[in-house]
């Protein structure tokens, strides 16, 4: 039975229900299925059989589901998402007490990872981001919890209390620890004219203690605060994990303030990060309405490494569906860390899996695999303000909704948000109870 697949019946075949299907049991549950539009193969098979249809009570046989009309149908348009609970289980899509399941599931995943809400109306922010105060997860309080991958594994839950030899969900917890590099150092290695503007800058503005550690660095009296690296590399090698390090390489302006890539001291630090961990790129602000800089970018990055660089996270986190990903597919990425708000934690699309995106442009899956980024550390200490104490609390609560579901814990930390200055004093403590809590055994 563990080898047999579970025949899913369907009334019609379209790709956004065979992503939704697949992506279910393949991505989320690891189980071998059959789609089916065919009534005579769920009559004749003696396996299990989830029926999803508008009329399912047709059925006799089988783990039956209403299908509501979002997989069904082309374009965008208001859906109506009927919120309510099964139990403590916050759901979408009700449907009514009589089926098997009361509410839609699939339609539910589906409407979340590709992200439909992104694709209506909304108001942007300033840097025209899809904001959480947009989403119906932030808006009744579900944003913190991967209700995508619960969805999974209640219908697992259903299916194998009526054929218990089917096996358990195949799912493993993952910790991603991811860090973005926007500034290798705070003063060093920036060349003489910015020195002497940041220098200058300091005495304008009357900041004494800074322009005074700016001085002692440039004279070798004291690290640079941003330079973190081989107490990030020690950290890492302890804790586990599968780090990923992004390298903005954009030129000097605006909001991307990266050290010049043609210098030594960029290079090397690329190079000795590499020889450690992965290494992807930070695609510049200005690319997504330049997107010929990220091919740019990306020779500079790669010529520095001598490998491919498939990896990505946008700058700012700045994503603008599917424009963004779009790019990225373009130029054969293979997967990106950007689906993520910068305001608040928790999961963006409702998930704590690795998965393929959906483009509803096109209406077709796509190559490129999105790592949803649970927790950034501006988000908690500038955007939430909360002290690392409470930060810590936010981070287990998150850490422990991503285990309860054997999901991909993916963070997002900066270089120079552990250099124990300015207003990061104390938050080295919150990235090292972080680690400890996400290990695999922690």
């Known amino acids: 039975m563990q080898n047999m697949p579970v025949l899913v019946y369907v009334e019609r075949v379209t790709p956004r229900l065979k992503y939704t299907v697949d992506l279910v049991f393949r991505y989320l549950l690891g189980w071998n299925y059959q789609l089916t539009n065919e009534a005579a193969a769920v009559h004749a098979s003696e396996g299990p059989i989830l029926v999803y249809s508008a009329d399912p009570l047709a059925f006799e046989m089988g783990l039956r589901i209403k299908a509501v009309d979002l997989l069904f149908e082309k374009g965008l348009k208001e859906q109506r998402l009927a919120p309510a609970y099964l139990e403590k289980l916050p759901v979408l899509f009700r449907t009514h007490q009589r089926y098997d399941l009361p509410f839609d ?43 995508v991958d619960h969805y999974a594994l209640l219908l ?32 060093k290695g920036k060349g003489l004219l910015r020195s002497m503007y940041g220098l200058g800058q300091s005495l304008r503005h009357r900041q004494w203690e800074v322009w005074n550690q700016h001085w002692r660095v440039l004279r070798k009296q004291e690290a640079d605060p941003f330079d973190t690296y081989a107490y990030l590399r020690d950290l890492h090698k302890k804790a586990g994990g599968e780090p990923v390090y992004f390298f903005l390489v954009g030129d000097y302006g605006g909001f991307d303030n990266a050290h010049s890539p043609f210098t030594d001291v960029f290079r090397e630090l690329v190079k000795s990060t590499a020889d450690h961990f992965k290494v992807g790129l930070h695609p510049s602000y200005r690319s997504n309405h330049q997107p010929s800089l990220i091919d740019r970018e990306r020779k500079l990055l790669e010529e520095i490494l001598h490998r491919p660089v498939t990896y990505s996270r946008q700058h700012f986190l700045k994503v603008t569906l599917p424009g963004t990903y779009h790019q990225l597919i373009k130029r054969d990425f293979e997967a990106d860390f950007s689906m993520a708000y910068a305001s608040q934690p928790g999961f963006r699309s409702g998930t704590a899996s690795v998965h393929p995106f959906y483009d509803l442009d096109s209406e077709s899956p796509t190559s490129l695999l999105v790592y949803p980024t649970c927790v950034m550390d501006t988000t908690l200490q500038q955007y939430l303000q909360l002290t690392p104490e409470q930060a810590i609390e936010n981070i287990k609560r998150l850490i422990t909704e991503v285990k309860s579901v054997e999901g991909t814990f993916v963070s997002l930390w900066h270089n120079s948000s552990l250099g124990e200055n300015g207003p990061w004093k104390g938050w080295r403590r919150v990235y090292e109870a972080l680690l400890a809590e996400a290990h695999p055994h922690g």
């Open 156 to 187: 697992a839950v259903h299916l194998r209390r009526r054929w218990p030899q089917l096996p358990m969900p195949q799912r493993q917890y993952r910790f991603v620890p991811t860090i973005d590099v926007d500034q290798l150092y705070a003063f």
């Open 105 to 147: 599931p699939f339609a539910a995943i589906f409407y979340l990872i590709a992200r439909y809400e992104e694709y209506l109306p909304h108001r942007a922010d300033a840097h025209q981001r899809f904001q959480p105060e947009s989403s119906v997860l932030h808006e009744y309080g579900w944003l913190q919890q991967p209700l």
